[in-house]
């Protein structure tokens, strides 16, 4: 039977061999591409991109409302890498209502419709919790302003919010993006960028 197999395929018309190759070659670099859909749209600094998310609080944040615009992707496992985003973030613009930090996590498809409601109740029970403490931090700098209204958080159960940002809605990716109050993108980052790098974008932005 072995026998008889590599003897069809040596007696395979040449010009059928190469359309085989080819065709095979072919199948390969499309299944690479639908893998990736968002590799061939990603986007790119110096670009505008008036892009819509809504957050946990049900409110519309566009990258072009005339915000500053500092938007981390996470997954669950990130949470550390978000920490570090919100330690240096530059406090000459805290509690500035043109500076926003944006934090958007990807699920990765995994949580089912019937548990979003719950999650997202989680979420806001967190932020009230986070809003509390940094309220201490304004008024310690005499900012009058209510905390809860400077944390925005985008639950993305479906995979739309990231997918607007280049990024696969199953991919476990980090990134952070700075977009200026137009839809500028300024920088993007694959990993925590360095305090004096994510300042030096804001500076830019403004």
């Not at 998310?53 to 992707?73: K, Y």
């Not at 409601?117 to 310690?140: D, H």
Request: proline fraction near 5%.
């Amino acid at each position: 039977m072995n026998i008889h197999r590599r003897t069809t395929l040596h007696r395979c018309p040449r010009s059928l061999c190469v359309f085989a190759r080819a065709l095979q070659y072919f199948s390969i670099a499309l299944a690479a591409t639908a893998s990736s859909p968002a590799a061939a749209n990603e986007i790119r600094p110096g670009n505008i991109y008036q892009l819509t998310f809504t957050d946990v609080d049900r409110q519309q944040l566009s990258t072009a409302d005339g915000h500053v615009s500092v938007i981390t992707v996470v997954t669950r496992r990130d949470e550390q890498k978000a920490q570090t985003i919100g330690d240096n973030f530059p406090r000459a613009y805290m509690g500035d209502p043109k500076y926003r930090l944006i934090q958007l996590v990807n699920f990765q498809q995994n949580i089912l419709p019937p548990f979003r409601g719950m999650v997202g109740a989680i979420i806001r029970s967190r932020l009230n919790a986070e809003a509390k403490e940094l309220q201490k931090t304004y008024a310690a700098k005499h900012i009058n302003r209510d905390a809860r209204h400077d944390i925005f958080v985008i639950a993305d159960f479906d995979g739309k919010a990231v997918s607007q940002l280049s990024i696969a809605p199953t991919s476990s990716e980090f990134a952070v993006f700075v977009f200026d109050g137009h839809g500028r993108l300024l920088r993007r980052w694959s990993d925590v960028p360095p305090a004096d790098a994510l300042a030096a974008a804001m500076n830019e932005a403004r």
